[in-house]
């Protein structure tokens, strides 16, 4: 896509993982809601379904992407033994 970035995240616990404080709040597969403990963050652990909510690992992967360089996401992925999953955003032209 023109004028898209995609970055490579690794998935790993992305939906364990609190995307508002950081702790990691393990939980079934079988349990589809996020509740922190620590910071009271409450979210939809994850969700194929296109909606308007939040979901907390789409915000963990998107705050994966924004932590990384190019180089390092496409070091990453030529060294990946995992899946991966990607966050992409439109490019600011300068």
């Known amino acids: 896509n023109a004028g898209l970035l995609t970055v490579p995240v690794s998935p790993k616990n992305t939906s364990q993982n609190c995307s508002n404080c950081g702790n990691k709040v393990p939980k079934k597969l079988h349990v589809r809601w ?3 403990p620590h910071c009271g963050c409450s979210l939809d652990r994850d969700s194929a379904k296109p909606t308007l909510r ?4 789409a915000i963990n ?8 360089s190019v180089l390092k996401a496409q070091r990453l992925l030529r060294d990946a033994r995992i899946g991966w999953e990607a966050y992409t955003e439109p490019v600011r032209s300068v």
């Open 34 to 36: 996020h509740d922190c």
């Open 54 to 57: 939040e979901h907390n690992a």
């Open 61 to 68: 992967i998107r705050n994966r992407a924004a932590g990384q």
